[in-house]
T-cell receptor, first 114, second 118 residues
């Protein structure tokens, strides 16, 4: 049973560029959440997708956008990259039908903006 | 908005000993979920244990147990018989109940770095 997968593992971009990160949820899961984790800090919630719609959004600018596909996989897009966007981006999946709705995390994508 | 506070940035324990990590949270909700996640140097976030607020019984998973004090809004993690592999950053997290159309974000604390000494 495959867990949550993310690609790529590492990414280096320059300021002003755009980036797309990808996430495939754990088998049987239908909800994908994205988090940004700066070095030495706890993860911060970016947004969550369910039924191909953004259900909840954290305090992030519109430069951060996402998408969920019919197979439940998801993309995170960041436009006009800033140095401050350098972080570990974590994807988590869960299943809405389960009361506990526990989120399981992927290995993350480490983004460096130069 | 809910907040989660971990007041111990660093903790250390001797191998085979017991250690307790503290977490407090602030919420006006009566039904919610609490989690402890472990993040080793690989930075993969791993679920350690979860607690549902409506359950009075403290959750236990092998060597890991929690002390959930709802009135005090406290949720500590106890690790018994500590092992070298327990060394990691530990995060406490809060989640509201999921609504029909609303999401279920996790709110994390700042983390506690646990060192296990041989």
């Amino acid at each position: 049973d495959a867990g949550v997968t993310q690609s790529p593992t590492h990414l280096i971009k320059t300021r002003g560029q755009q980036v797309t990160l990808r996430c495939s949820p754990k088998s049987g899961h239908d909800t994908v959440s994205w988090y940004q984790q700066a070095l030495g800090q706890g993860p911060q919630f970016i947004f969550q997708y369910y039924e191909e719609e953004e259900r909840q959004r954290g305090n992030f600018p519109d430069r951060f956008s996402g998408h969920q596909f019919p197979n439940y996989s998801s993309e995170l897009n960041v436009n006009a990259l800033l140095l401050g966007d350098s972080a570990l981006y974590l994807c988590a999946s869960s299943r809405v039908a389960l009361r506990t709705d526990t989120q399981y995390f992927g290995p993350g994508t480490r983004l460096t903006v130069l | 908005a809910q907040t989660v506070t971990q007041s111990q940035p660093e903790m250390s324990v001797q191998e085979a000993e017991t250690v307790t990590l503290s977490c407090t949270y602030d919420t006006s909700e009566s039904d919610y979920y609490l989690f402890w996640y472990k993040q080793p140097p690989s930075r993969q976030m791993i679920l350690v244990i979860r607690q549902e607020a409506y359950k009075q019984q403290n959750a236990t998973e092998n060597r890991f147990s929690v002390n959930f004090q709802k009135a005090a809004k406290s949720f500590s993690l106890k690790i018994s018989d500590s092992q070298l592999g327990d060394a990691a950053m530990y995060f406490c997290a809060y989640r509201s109940p999921r609504g029909e159309t609303s999401g279920s974000r996790l709110t994390f604390g700042e983390g506690t770095q646990l060192t296990v000494n041989p």
